[in-house]
């Protein structure tokens, strides 16, 4: 017979006989124990209380007469004396409550049964802990391809760079409504900065820890959208993943979706995606359980959504159920004061990530204010980057950048005249002069740095702490203004 491991004792002499008896009564769960004959030896008093028959009478029982006399349908304790082996299986009592019971022999040296340890629990119990572990490998699973997802994903710029009141305004109002869980709708030209209204907004949410999807409608094809969507279970279709994938709605439960380009979807996922908007339940391909999701929808677009729906090309349904709080960024021209704190934020990064020292001329500066910027921020972005990376000399001015045709062709500068034409608004009116905007921003910027200076009394670490930019930059500033 197997020998009580030498580890026991050095538990202490507080586990004595009455300390385990009490432990095998407040276990979760019914023990039973009986000898190589069936003679019950021990119940707990889960065991006694499901059987419907007091302690004491069950000890003076044999595990047959509990079969016999009806006290359940089946006894894997008397299956694992015959057998020799653990025996796992179902039984119900005879109030009609089913189990599972584990039944283990301990045999001694010539083989025969001298215990049996019996554990049983009721079946309901053991499919709630069974699906509690399955809902916990599928978050599990969750995170893995949002973490996947997102990563693949382009980060948008977490810090709003915006001095325009239009702007201020907006962020302002964005702050506001983040706090809802209402849909939000984000308009304007491609490149204005939506992807960048939208993280400000979930940063600024009851949700913000909480998972943050984006999805470009317009990248994904077609055939796949509904897959990316709400996923799929194991072999709903060839070339599937054989454990299934979880869908954009999924990944993101409890937190923010973010649609892109959503005037991209086609009117079949359209509708889908409505039922999914006014019922926060779906259906993963291939599967017939309903999946429910909470999500804070924010959609982006930059088409007129309500010419599609003339055209037939969108549901007006869909259209109001996304446009709950509409947000319109106005694009770069017509909020010309954010064009000199973005370039100068993109020149930063620029520089700090390769390790240069270059700054802009005030002839440079005064040309990005007065170009128009059809491809806004993001084309603003791109040509700091181009121009900073394409110049060999630390200050870059209008007179090195006119020897290179490539910024001509790519600005649209006239060779003999680098100055655009000022522009005018569609209505005819005249617009800002960019001049005027560079000059006050630029006064604005020069005494801000002279009153962070004067505040911490000439010490430059303090200031450019207190002016929220780098060293260099504050460094850069004051040679730009002769400080």
Not at 268 to 281: A, F, I, M, N, P
Not at 310 to 321: M, T
Not at 371 to 395: D, K, Q
Not at 412 to 421: E, F, M
Request: net charge neutral; with cysteine.
């Amino acid at each position: 017979m197997k020998q009580i491991p030498n580890y026991i004792p050095t538990i202490g002499p507080a586990l004595n006989a009455e300390t385990l008896l009490w432990i095998l009564d407040h276990m979760y769960g019914n023990i039973f124990i009986t000898n190589g004959e069936g003679k019950i030896l021990f119940v707990n008093e889960n065991t006694a209380t499901v059987l419907g028959v007091s302690r004491e009478k069950l000890l003076t029982m044999n595990a047959t007469e509990n079969l016999a006399g009806g006290l359940m349908s089946r006894s894997t304790t008397l299956e694992a004396i015959q057998q020799k082996k653990t025996i796992i299986g179902g039984f119900c009592t005879r109030g009609g409550v089913e189990y599972i019971s584990t039944s283990t022999p301990l045999l001694d040296d010539a083989g025969n049964v001298q215990l049996v340890l019996t554990y049983s629990q009721e079946k309901s119990s053991i499919h709630a802990l069974t699906d509690a572990v399955e809902q916990e490998r599928k978050t599990a699973e969750n995170y893995k391809y949002a973490l996947q997802y997102t990563a693949s994903a382009k980060a948008g710029q977490k810090t709003p760079i915006v001095e325009s009141a239009k702007m201020k305004e907006l962020f302002s109002f964005a702050k506001h409504i983040a706090k809802t869980d209402s849909a939000v709708l984000i308009s304007g030209e491609s490149g204005s900065g939506k992807e960048v209204l939208a993280s400000y907004i979930k940063e600024n949410s009851s949700r913000k820890d909480e998972p943050y999807i984006q999805v470009n409608c317009a990248a994904i094809p077609p055939n796949l959208m509904e897959s990316e969507f709400f996923g799929y279970v194991a072999g709903a279709f060839t070339g599937a993943n054989q454990k299934g994938k979880p869908g954009v709605f999924e990944m993101a439960n409890h937190g923010t979706l973010f649609l892109d380009e959503v005037g991209e979807l086609p009117l079949d996922l359209q509708g889908k995606l409505l039922r999914v908007l006014e019922t926060s339940e779906f259906y993963r391909i291939g599967s017939t359980k309903v999946t429910r999701t909470d999500v804070r929808l924010i959609a982006a677009t930059n088409k007129d959504l309500l010419r599609q729906i003339q055209e037939g090309k969108f549901r007006e349904d869909l259209y109001y159920r996304i446009n709950v709080i509409p947000c319109y960024i106005p694009p770069l021209r017509e909020r010309r004061e954010d064009i000199l704190p973005l370039a100068e934020f993109f020149l930063e990064a620029c520089t700090k990530r390769y390790g240069l020292t270059h700054r802009f001329a005030p002839d440079l500066l005064q040309v990005l204010m007065d170009y128009p910027w059809p491809g806004n921020v993001r084309e603003l972005r791109n040509a700091v980057e181009r121009i900073t990376l394409s110049s060999t000399e630390s200050v870059i001015t209008m007179d090195s950048l006119r020897q290179n045709p490539f910024f001509a062709e790519f600005l649209g500068w006239n060779a003999k005249d680098a100055r655009l034409p000022r522009q005018t608004d569609t209505d005819g009116s005249r617009r800002v002069d960019g001049s005027a905007v560079g000059q006050s921003y630029q006064e604005l910027e020069r005494q801000r740095v002279l009153d962070a200076l004067l505040a911490t009394n000439g010490n430059k670490s303090k200031a450019a702490k207190l002016l929220g930019v780098s060293a260099g930059k504050l460094y850069r500033l004051m040679d730009r203004y002769g400080i």
